[in-house]
């Protein structure tokens, strides 16, 4: 039984001055998941690049070397760039969950196309150490943790837009079909839902965690909401749907931008906390 859960913000856009980590585009959550006498350590996300990575893990006194789990959320840059550099620290090989379309070409056509996947191929991440398995559907981590799996679109507020990719020899828009999420029972407490970006919409995100986890009461919601390029009534329509949610903790960060963040505090009040890169949540 899951016992105790700390989270540890590694790599997030916002910093506060009480430590020397460095604030930076991305995001990377570190979690310690007690099970008893066993604790397991897992990192969601890498951030952008290899050397924030490894500077944030080394002034927040984070051992990368006894990680037993890397998941990545999906396949956008800013959340798998510092992968390789943790793979090269390790002295051994470790395990990547993520979504078999991590490695799908993904693209951004504002303000011109670009590669926004991630700086790395398969082959480069296995030959550095990277088991690679990839899943569609949930994964069960520990009997109380589990990955969302492809979360099915059933807001019609929650669209995803701006981003495209290419299949089958065709230039498409990109669904991010490989955007997941963590899902954690915290016993007597709820369901934590742990995000990335939350492409699939924060909402349908939260749906498919109490779906898939049998829990309706909602605990906590942490991590990018993708909200910063929202318009108002998308915006708006997500601080109700919160709010009847009733979470006790919401920590928005990295891509849920100013205006949402400052939206849903008004409709959750203090429960409702951005977040900041050396951030230390006990849940």
Partial sequence: MLQDLRLTIVVENSATHRNSAWAAHGLSIFLELGCGSEKMKLLL???ASSEVML??????????????LICLSHG?????????????????????????????????DRPALKFI?????????????AIMLEARGPVAILPEVMTTGEVPRIEPFEKVEGF?????????????????????NMHGKGLAVITGCAHAGIINTIKQAQKITGIEELYAVIGGFHL????????????????????????PGHC???????????ALGGRCRPLAVGDSIQL
């Fill in 76 to 108: 956008h840059y800013d959340h798998t760039g510092g992968l390789m550099g943790i793979l090269q620290r390790l002295n051994s090989r470790i395990c990547i969950l993520a979504h078999p379309d991590i490695f799908a070409p993904k693209l951004k």
């Fill in 164 to 184: 495209w990719t290419i299949k089958d020899g065709q230039y498409c828009l990109d669904s991010i079909p490989d955007d997941q999420a963590l899902a954690i």
């Fill in 45 to 47: 996300d890498t951030g």
């Fill in 117 to 129: 996947g991630p700086p790395f191929t398969r082959t480069e991440a296995e030959a550095a150490g």
């Fill in 55 to 68: 500077h944030n893990a080394d002034a927040l006194h984070i051992d990368l070397e006894h990680l037993d």
């Fill in 228 to 251: 910063m390029d929202a318009d108002e009534k998308r915006i708006e329509a997500t601080a109700e749907a919160l709010k009847q949610l009733d979470p006790t903790i919401v920590r």
């Fill in 256 to 266: 849920t931008g100013h205006k949402a963040v400052c939206r849903l505090q008004e």
